[in-house]
């Protein structure tokens, strides 16, 4: 529970652990005729970092979407449309996620869509359960146990404050 806590902690914190920007498309940002498939095979995607869809503020837009959603080129009425120009997105969790654009007929006919598979983070911070479970009748393991959770309080602690 409190390394559960400390790992959803750590996600949030972008310096400790290692999360990286990935800006969509490369140099070619968010816009037509890019192949948004060839270009997520060069990346890995991690739970804890961020994708950036760069563009023309106007032009294009971007709503994530469910696999149907992708496949149709259609949003749901009440999707977020994200629409800066600059629009930053956090991955939170595992497993694939899909994004469009749909302004006019760039996803369907320009190819304006992206999908990707996003992988737990690298670094994870949790010790096995086994770990944390202290061995009976031995004081000098109780108290590395317990040291162990002033580490993880530590680590919260500044991780809230970083
Ligand atoms: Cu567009």
């Known amino acids: 529970m409190v390394s559960a806590l400390v790992m959803m902690l750590m996600a949030a914190c972008f310096p400790l652990n290692g999360a990286i ?41 971007v709503i994530e979407v ?53 992988l737990p983070q690298a670094h994870s911070p949790e010790a096995s359960p086994s770990d944390m479970k202290p061995p009976p009748s031995s004081l000098a393991n109780m108290r590395s146990v317990a040291s162990s959770y002033v580490v993880i309080v530590l680590v919260a602690v500044a991780v809230i404050f970083c």
Do not use: M
Request: aromatic residues 10%; proline residues 1%.
């Open 21 to 61: 920007d990935h800006a969509v498309g490369g140099e070619r940002g968010w816009t037509l005729e890019v192949d948004y498939r060839a270009w997520a095979k060069t990346q890995q995607f991690r739970v804890g970092d961020n994708l950036v869809f760069k563009y023309q503020r106007g032009d294009h837009n």
């Open 66 to 118: 469910d696999e149907t959603g992708f496949k149709d080129c259609a949003a749901k009425p009440a999707a977020t449309v994200l629409d800066t120009g600059k629009d930053v997105i956090r991955i939170l969790t595992t497993g694939k996620k899909w994004y469009i654009c749909t302004v006019s007929i760039h996803c369907s006919v320009a190819g304006q869509k992206l999908e990707i598979d996003v």
